[in-house]
């Protein structure tokens, strides 16, 4: 920018930098305002505008969960667990794995939304509702993998309570009862937490449709109108909804570790388990938001006014913080296994480290360490869409690989020489290529149904949002409208 | 029932629906007669109306106590009433039951304020309603309740405040 000084000593801006300094400004969604009608016209073509290409990749993604998730595992009920790679010692491995994944995944929604919102974060706007959905959908798809580990999913029931054939209750101490509990209240909670402010766009796509649509729309949106008392106890319980449902989100995770920490296992035995899965599962979280934030601003009509590069900026940014706080942790669990010196700890970091597979060690380092930390300092980098498609997915295979090697490379070469074993997935991979048709096929399927934007949300910040003159330069300020 | 008919104000702005709020109630129209419908949510402070207060909050705190008992009946109950011994190891481990108190206190409390909103709004309503369709596109508009004899100067009153349309109008399907 050039400047000239004037006697005061206080550089004044030339009339092309304030041009272009308000062009920087209109590049923000929240200062680009347009008419609310338009905006529901823009959001109901997003849904409504639907290439023959969409529909083929819905049709893959159905044969792919039919054949891939539903098929494999009824395969797997009627031939028995054998047809996995579980074997002695190696009984929790790849659907365990899997597991922990698609529940890191359903962080992101709630960070997002939730956090972002108590710290009225006004970039979140536009994009909390595909976050949430997210949560949604990869809940969905790791809550079944507990039933499929099971094997015999038929007697699944028992660890509902109730007195069963055998006059036992389930053991409401043990970590498993405790997961299914976080996972009910966060599964529950987050639906919840996704339909109350979509209930007054709901109503807003009643009011643009016809037909099976308006049918749809007009059972969903509970008759809302948009009196006075609806948005308030619609806003009131929003509010409780986004203090209530972070600790939730912090619980659940941590109780997902707590599945392998309670035990005395050598590498999982750990103190810091509960923040480190947490924090794990922000940073693979916002990556795939971001993956999915690229997905649905280059398949979807109108996406690219609501999705900007201030957006994939901040989510950027995120990712390159949360990548600092996984290492941190990553670091923490090493250095302290690797200085106490403790025998049998230090033989399965060994294993992992210097062993056969040491090169998955590696490549989850470079992946979720190198990657970021070498390319989301750059601005330009962080505001290049594909590029945070690109990185946000090497940093989810970074983050699977992780959960890899916490579950059954942990298990598998263990202090006892005589209890090794070896590890290879087989049904288990086709279940998982099942389970991502599965989140990828809900995805698809909502985007089409449900208003991908919260356009309420988008008009109340516009609202909020104005430049104010100070001197000689326009600056954004953001009203407190709630 | 009050005397007198509903009608509908539409207008553009914010401003003058608080303006004509209080122009209404200079007329003779209490609050409880007039309803706001609009497409964005405006605190009663802009509109210039009594705050009302809401029963959200007390149906969280009803469902975090109701599945804060559930958690005490499943934790301690359920020990009771199927005691597993096992040596060395307490009946009631107070630590562990912690997890599962947590648990289904913020389920009932999630759980209660969703149906707290549900409840309070007497959802679902599919009935008829006094609604325009383009409020959700911007407008906002005044639901009022009018005595036959103020009709003539409360429209007048409206239109001189900006009010796009107004008008007697009747409950429809939306």
Redesign the interface.
């Known amino acids: 920018m050039t400047t000239e000084a004037v006697p005061s000593g206080i550089p004044v801006p030339h009339s092309n930098d304030v041009e272009s300094e308000e062009n920087d400004i209109r590049e923000h969604l929240m200062h680009d305002p347009r ?3 338009e905006l ?1 016209r823009m959001v109901m073509e997003s849904m409504q505008v639907t290439p023959k290409s969409f529909w083929v990749i819905v049709g893959i993604l159905a044969l792919l969960v039919a054949v891939c998730l539903f098929g494999a595992w009824l395969y797997m009920i009627m031939k028995g667990m054998g047809v996995a790679g579980i074997r002695r010692p190696t009984f929790w491995a790849m659907l365990i794995a899997n597991f922990v994944f698609w529940i890191g995944i359903s962080h992101a929604g709630t960070f997002v939304s939730a956090i972002l919102r108590v710290f009225k974060a006004e970039f979140r706007r536009p994009i909390t509702r595909a976050a949430e959905l997210m949560t949604a959908f990869g809940l969905a798809a790791g809550a079944m993998y507990p039933l499929i580990h099971l094997g015999r999913v038929w007697v699944g029931y028992w660890i509902i ?1 109730y ?1 069963n054939q055998r ?3 389930p ?3 043990s970590p498993l ?2 997961d299914l ?2 996972i ?2 966060y599964l ?2 987050s639906i ?2 996704i ?2 402010p979509l209930i ?1 766009d709901l ?2 796509a ?3 449709s016809t037909g099976w649509r308006y049918q749809f729309y ?2 969903l949106s ?16 929003i509010t ?2 986004a203090f ?2 972070i ?2 989100m912090f ?1 659940v995770h941590t ?1 997902v570790s707590w599945d392998f920490a309670m035990t005395k296992t050598p590498g999982w035995h750990s103190t810091i388990f509960g923040p480190f899965f947490i924090a794990g599962a922000i940073f693979s979280g916002v990556s795939a938001v971001a993956m999915i934030l690229f997905i649905v601003r280059a398949s979807m009509k109108n996406m690219d006014y609501f999705i900007r590069k201030e957006h994939f900026d901040a989510f950027g940014k995120l990712i390159l913080v949360f990548s600092f706080v996984w290492a941190y942790f990553y670091f923490n669990e090493f250095l302290l296994a690797w200085y106490a010196g403790d025998a049998s700890d230090q033989f399965v970091w060994n294993a992992i480290t210097q062993g056969p597979n040491a090169w998955l060690w590696y490549l989850m380092l470079v992946l979720n360490i190198g990657i970021p930390w070498l390319t989301l300092w750059n601005k330009k980098v962080r505001r290049t869409p594909w590029m945070l498609f690109v990185i946000g997915f090497l940093i989810n295979i970074g983050m699977y690989i992780e959960r890899y090697i916490i579950v059954p490379g942990m298990i598998t070469v263990n202090r006892f020489p005589f209890q090794w074993g070896e590890y290879g997935p087989r049904i288990e991979l086709v279940i998982s290529v099942g389970s991502l048709s599965l989140f990828l096929l809900l995805y698809a399927l909502a985007s089409r149904l449900i208003p991908l934007i919260p356009v ?1 949300e988008v ?2 910040g516009q ?1 909020a949002t104005q430049l104010r003159r100070i001197g000689k330069a326009k600056v954004p300020t953001v009203t407190n ?2 | 029932m009050p005397e007198g008919t509903t009608h509908l104000a539409i207008f553009n702005e914010v401003d003058p629906v608080a303006e004509a709020i209080h122009e209404l109630r200079e007329l003779g129209i209490p609050d409880n007669q007039m ?10 402070e802009m ?1 210039g ?1 009594e705050k ?1 207060w ?1 029963m ?2 007390k149906f ?1 705190i009803i469902g975090f106590v109701l599945g804060f008992v559930l958690s005490i009946v ?2 301690w109950g ?2 009771l ?2 005691p ?1 011994i096992v040596g060395n190891l307490p009946l009631f ?1 107070i630590p ?2 912690i ?2 108190t ?3 206190s ?2 009932g ?3 209660f ?2 149906l ?3 409840w ?2 007497a ?5 008829k ?1 006094v ?1 325009r ?6 407008k906002i508009a005044i639901e009022f309740i009018c005595p036959p004899e103020i009709h003539t100067r409360v429209h007048e009153m409206l239109g001189a405040l900006g009010a796009e349309w107004v008008h007697r109008t009747e409950a429809t399907e ?1």
Do not use: C
């Open positions: 008419p609310r009608a529901n309570p007195p006059w036992l209750w053991n409401f101490r009862v405790w509990l976080a009910t209240t529950l909670g919840m937490y339909y109350l007054p109503a807003m009643r009011d643009h007009r059972i509970f008759g809302f109108t948009g009196a006075e008392g609806e948005w308030q106890r619609i806003r009131t319980a409780i909804f209530a449902i600790p939730v619980s109780i309420w008009v109340e609202h409208l709630e | 309803n706001i419908i609009s497409g964005l949510p405006y605190s009663a509109l109306r009302s809401s959200i909050p969280s499943l934790n359920s020990v009433q199927y597993l481990a562990t039951t997890i599962v947590f648990e289904l913020m389920l409390l999630l759980l304020t969703f707290g909103v549900v309070e709004n959802w679902p309503s599919w009935g309603k609604y369709k383009d409020v959700s596109d911007g939306i």
